[in-house]
């Protein structure tokens, strides 16, 4: 292990480098001495850095890095079994990682204690809650945990379970539940909120004010990592995206940015099935082609002239493309050429990742929720 | 540092309220450790009479027999039984994981439960011993009460440990209640608690019995209420004996306890398909 050596913006004041610069000088030093650089801004809540997780042979988490600001919320959005609940458990301290860096609250969460504990919330979807007590038996208990817990009625009102205060946990619905285990994990007051998939089992209301309390959760300048399989929660929710498929980043960048990815069109037919070879319909299109089976889906920044040639060969045949449709690429789409295609999910080269990360590093000084991004 | 221990123990104590709470809440764990050791006071002493006999401790009643015996039985099973289902049970839930999570200090979670079960062992056995006396005119000397004390203290440290260890290796309810039972349960018919073997018993059951520590839990308590011994009646051996199973449950468990739920199969897909159940509002 190389000697690892944090340096903070606030420790040298004279200096005011954007983000970009620093990842710049990060990567020159480590070229320069071979030494292993993270570099956080006084904004930076959790960096994390070429992180990587083995269960026995198995690489569940395969180099991953991002970093999360203050008043912003990340998303790690992807399938079950691509890594995400490994990487929010070993930035919570309840797992060790295999290698990397992993930095929150200027703190390692592997050798933290109960100060790290403190400025930390946490809502798992695998931590249960004493079934004897009533919600504000446990609100009051976990919250005395903490040095300056939130008030108990608070909370309760915040997840708007008034009625059932005093009920028994074990009487609760599901989704009540989950509701308790969201103000559990902000009785503490934290500065850094984990929410693993937080809306798993609410109906589509409870969802709806779910989403609104973690906007409120990132306007109050906490940083909120969520985890989730629900594109629509990412883009409702996200500042920054990052897709997950077999333990790797695929794409990072804001939901904007990954739609962008897709081209500004998707095209979409069936193949007519006494077509064998279809190489010379496809090969000259500008697009990338998404799907590959009969039905087909190509991503394009030339609508026109991919269609102009799509629809002369077939015409030239005498063929009608069944189901023939143009669209504007939803983030699912680019999703699941992410991550679906099983072996090929790393599309998205490296330099490309670094890039969309440096890019919304930039701005991270100005306010990131204000994207202009309208979310339907 | 004085006030870091200060906060720990106010910590601990309310983790000793809450298991109490919860404790009185589970009517079967209040049963099974206060209601049936009583019961079975009652019944044997019922169906066998309250006369004279031979025993291991000389010639006494039979409620004098059965009142330290069950009492020490209540002791362990609140100890031993109850930490080791209670820690099996809430790691399942992942309400370890919750509370490793929390600013919470592990020692102040564990002694919590830990201590919450030393109480009711010492309520359940208080209730044991004043109906024996009040009852059926069990023997109880002033002299003789350090040594009760001294054995209660040392016999439930000891299978709280031993409780903390049996959470430890059998890490689920449906593990820890079988190992649990199948544990104390037999030990209980060989070690002078159940039945009154006095010197009649096969010798391989005696050897049985000498190894694990409840027959030495029974009759170093046993002892200190025994009209014929003299005070102050301590059974060093015994209470020594008694140290040396502390320290193997205490080694298990350090090296042993986690506080992840186990990775089954149908753990996730149990709790998902109980978060899918709706909300009901």
């Known amino acids: 292990m190389p000697e690892v050596r944090r340096f903070r913006a606030r420790d040298t004041p004279h200096l005011c480098l954007s983000a970009g610069a620093l990842r710049g000088i990060a990567e020159a030093a480590q070229r320069l001495r071979g030494q292993r650089v993270v570099f956080a801004t006084v904004n930076t809540a959790v960096a994390v850095d070429r992180l990587v997780k083995d269960y026995g042979s198995a690489r569940a988490v395969d180099g991953v890095s991002f970093e999360v600001a203050r008043g912003e919320v990340f998303a790690l959005l992807g399938p079950n079994g691509a890594g995400k609940s490994s990487i929010v458990e070993i930035l919570e301290g309840h797992r060790k990682r295999t290698s990397g860096t992993v930095c929150v609250l200027d703190t390692d969460p592997e050798t933290a204690g109960s100060d790290f504990r403190e400025r930390i919330g946490i809502v798992l979807q695998s931590s249960g809650i004493d079934p004897e007590l009533t919600v504000r038996e446990a609100i009051n208990f976990y919250g005395a945990s903490y040095q300056n817990p939130t008030a108990t009625n608070e909370l309760i009102e915040l997840v708007e379970l008034q009625d059932k205060a005093d009920s028994r946990i074990s009487t609760l619905s599901g989704g009540q539940q989950r509701r308790i285990d969201l103000a559990l994990g902000l009785v503490g007051d934290p500065e850094v909120v984990f929410l693993d998939e937080p809306t798993t089992g609410f109906d589509p209301a409870a969802r709806r004010r779910g989403w609104k309390l973690v906007e409120r959760l990132a306007s109050q300048q906490r940083a909120v990592l969520l985890t989730t399989h629900y594109l629509d929660e990412a883009e409702a929710l996200a500042d920054r995206v990052a897709v997950l498929a077999k333990g790797r980043i695929v794409a990072e960048g804001t939901p904007a940015q990954l739609r962008a990815r897709a081209g500004s069109a998707l095209i979409s037919f069936v193949l007519p099935d006494h077509i064998d070879t279809v190489a010379d319909l496809l090969a000259p299109l500008s697009g990338e082609i998404v799907g590959r089976q009969s039905s087909v889906q190509i991503t394009t920044d030339t609508p026109t002239a991919d269609l102009a040639h799509l629809t002369g060969w077939a015409h030239q045949r005498g063929l009608e493309l069944e189901g023939l449709t143009v669209t504007k690429p939803s983030l699912e789409d680019v999703y699941l050429g992410l991550v679906g295609d099983g072996d090929d999910g790393g599309r998205v080269d490296a330099v490309d990742a670094v890039d969309l990360v440096d890019e919304t590093l930039d701005q991270s000084g100005s306010d990131l929720t204000n994207e202009g991004e309208g979310v339907s | ?281």
């Open chain 2, 1 to 281: 540092m004085l006030s870091t221990l200060s906060v720990g123990l106010k910590q601990l104590w309310r983790c000793i309220c809450l298991q109490n709470r919860i404790f009185w809440r589970t009517p079967i764990a209040a049963f099974f450790t206060l209601v049936f050791p009583i019961l079975m006071l009652v019944l044997f002493t019922a169906i066998f009479g309250n006369d004279d006999f031979d025993s291991v401790y000389g010639r006494i009643t039979s409620s004098q027999f059965y009142t330290p015996g069950l009492a020490v039985y209540a002791a362990a099973s609140s100890t031993y039984t109850g930490i080791g289902i209670t820690l099996a049970s809430r790691r399942e839930l992942g309400i370890l994981k919750r509370v490793r999570g929390t600013p919470l200090p592990p020692w102040a979670y564990l002694g919590g439960v830990v201590l919450s079960a030393v109480w009711i062992a010492a309520l359940g056995v208080t209730a044991m011993v004043v109906l024996g006396v009040a009852a059926y005119g069990v023997n109880i000397e002033a002299a003789k009460l350090p040594a009760m004390i001294i054995t209660f203290v040392v016999g439930t440290a000891s299978f709280a440990a031993l409780g903390l260890a049996l959470s430890s290796l059998a890490r689920t309810v449906s593990m820890a209640v079988p190992a649990a039972n199948a544990t104390l349960l037999p030990l209980a018919f060989i070690s002078d608690i159940f039945v009154p073997f006095g010197t009649d018993i096969p010798q391989w059951l005696d050897v049985i019995g000498d190894i694990f520590p409840l027959k030495h839990f029974g009759r170093a308590f046993s002892e200190a209420m025994n009209p014929f011994s003299a005070a102050p009646a301590f059974e060093w051996q015994r209470l020594a004996i008694l140290l040396a199973w502390l320290v193997v449950g205490a080694l298990v468990a350090s090296r042993k306890f986690s506080w992840e739920p186990p990775v089954l199969a149908g753990r996730s897909s149990r709790r998902r398909s109980r978060a899918s159940g709706g909300d009901a509002e």
